[in-house]
């Protein structure tokens, strides 16, 4: 066979399930071997709106999923999903035709390897027919194993060249094993948390697979727990858990954050959002990081003692260490703090003026109406902007499987898509999107996939017909720019089939209710006209521009 079917056939074997892509004639071939050998194939509208919701499919699931591109244009379309996806180490496959060399005078042509590299992702190519199977086994073990984002170049000229291939000759994965951290490293950190009074430990998205022996830890030192934006519900139910840490954290949260004198982060980068720009790490507190990756230790901020190491052997290991020396220390975890955490949680039991008028809706009453409105086993995905704040908190989740922020890069207009992907690797809970009109109009060409795949998908449009980060960003300054006239979004999503209901006041939400209590093959869509005011967290969000 041609070496394009034998890597599209390697790779299903090798244990690719989902891919999503827009086909050209530079990846036909490749996407119909891949299907061929029984993996789904979801065409999107645009490539970007593939790359977007393979990333959400493969955070949502642990697997590697496939982005499938024409060579050139269409993985440069693809980029800004390509780029999330690696800022965020998501497994994820990008599978593209490119042009040779020897074709350099083709429309098609760009240096696609250093494209891809300069954007965050691993390279890899298919050299010819004698490697094409150890070529794409190389690649796809790289992003399963490594948990990277690789971009695999087949050129069209090596697509063409012929070999024998046979499943057999498909190599093994190759085993991992993640080391702990060291015995010194083990033995300080516990010595660190023995001595603390108030510990707190971050999880990040490093940290998803080690619940279970971060609560031990936790409880073996009275610390309270705490995750970044992106491990958001991994902790849900713990009686100790204070949700989210950084801009998205209540006050009591941050209060309880600042005030601590140990904090350790497993898997959480300790960036600019989760420390919301610093003020979330007392002057007096002793930072620890955990993680696997050596280069992501101090590379936000100093800590004072770093340990490479696998997050969940390692808190087991330092548990051990704290159970050997004695009983369980009260530390942070006294009935005063537990009252406090009580009553101070959630953003829904938090005090605020209503500024709702009649004809908008203040963004704070719509979400916590659809909070209590919409079914508790759901997937939520916000978008970046303004508005981010309300669907990010004031929507519950179940648990870290719930929670989806494709925010990595900072780019608006990825959650439709993003939800997409999340919808179709969650098939047994209810995606809810929210997201602001412009970042909507920007990806809007994609409920038609949504509306093709007949998902329950519910998308709230915050709608304040502006750019409204840069409108209160920018006060006194000329606006026209990021100023738009209203436009009717029920109206457009009617139009591509789906269910499309404006919502000016709380009793316009029964329209939602109405949908809940149907048949749900259509997605739903919200144009919630809202009520525009500078967001919480709009107040760090340009720190390091």
């Known amino acids: 066979m041609q070496v394009a079917e034998a890597v599209g056939r390697t790779l299903a074997q090798l244990g690719v399930r989902q891919v999503f892509g827009v086909v050209g004639s530079g990846n036909f071939h490749v996407t119909n071997a891949l299907i061929a050998e029984g993996a789904r194939f979801v065409a999107t ?6 790359a977007v919701a393979a990333d959400a499919y493969a955070r949502a699931t642990g697997e590697v999923s496939v982005v499938s591109l024409h060579q050139g244009c269409g993985l440069t379309n693809a980029l800004t999903g390509i780029t999330e996806a690696a800022k965020s180490r998501t497994p994820v496959l990008v599978v593209t035709g490119d042009t040779s060399p020897t074709q350099s005078t083709s429309n098609f042509w760009i240096e696609q390897e250093l494209t891809v590299r300069g954007v965050g992702a691993t390279s890899e190519r298919v050299h010819g027919a004698g490697t094409a199977v150890a070529d794409a086994a190389r690649a796809y073990s790289r992003a399963l194993l490594e948990r990277r984002t690789v971009v695999l170049h087949l050129a069209l000229d090596v697509q ?8 057999e000759a498909v190599p093994a994965l190759p085993e991992r094993v993640v080391p702990t951290a060291s015995a010194d490293g083990v033995r300080r950190l516990a010595d660190l948390l023995a001595g603390a009074e108030r510990p707190v430990l971050v999880a990040g998205r490093g940290a998803l697979g080690a619940r279970a022996e971060l609560e031990e830890l936790a409880e073996a030192c009275g610390a309270l727990l705490t995750t970044s934006a992106v491990a958001r519900g991994l902790f849900v139910g713990n009686p100790w858990d204070l949700d989210v840490m950084g801009g998205f954290a209540t006050p009591t949260a941050a209060d309880l954050i600042s005030d601590a004198d140990v904090l350790v982060s497993f898997g959480a980068g300790l960036n600019t959002w989760t420390t919301r720009a610093g003020g979330l790490i007392g002057k007096a507190t002793t930072v620890a990081q955990v993680d696997l990756d050596l280069a992501a230790i101090g590379h936000h901020r100093d800590v004072q003692l770093g340990i490479q190491g696998d997050c969940a052997s390692t808190a087991a290991a330092v548990t051990a260490g704290l159970t050997a020396a ?22 829904q039991d938090e005090p605020y003026d209503d500024t709702s008028d009649g004809e908008r809706i203040d963004p704070r009453t719509l979400t916590i109406a659809l909070d209590e409105m919409l079914p508790r086993e759901r997937v939520v995905v916000p978008d970046g902007g303004n508005f981010n704040g309300y669907p990010a908190m004031f929507l519950e989740v179940p648990d870290n499987r719930g929670y989806c922020l494709p925010l990595a890069f900072q780019s608006i207009g990825m959650a439709l898509s993003a939800a997409i992907g999340a919808a179709v690797a969650t098939p047994d809970r209810l995606t809810v999107c929210g997201i602001g009109d412009g970042g909507f109009m920007m990806a809007l060409t994609e409920l038609d996939t949504a509306v093709r795949l007949a998902l329950p998908l519910v998308v709230v449009v915050y709608d304040d017909a502006a750019y409204g980060a840069e409108v209160h960003h920018f006060p006194g300054y000329p606006q026209e720019t990021v100023v738009f006239p209203d436009t009717d979004l029920a109206a457009i999503a009617r139009g591509f089939g789906c269910t499309g209901v404006t919502v000016r006041t709380v009793e316009d939400l029964d329209q939602v209710r109405a949908w809940l209590a149907g048949p749900r093959t259509s997605p739903l869509l919200i144009d919630a006209k809202i009520t525009s005011f500078p967001s919480w967290v709009l107040a760090h969000s340009f720190a390091d521009e």
């Open 45 to 50: 509208r645009h490539e970007h709106g593939a």
């Open 160 to 167: 063409k060249q012929e070999l024998d291939w046979s499943s």
């Open 326 to 347: 004695g009983p369980a220390r009260e530390g942070y975890r006294s009935p005063a703090v537990a009252e406090r955490l009580t009553a101070g949680r959630r953003w």
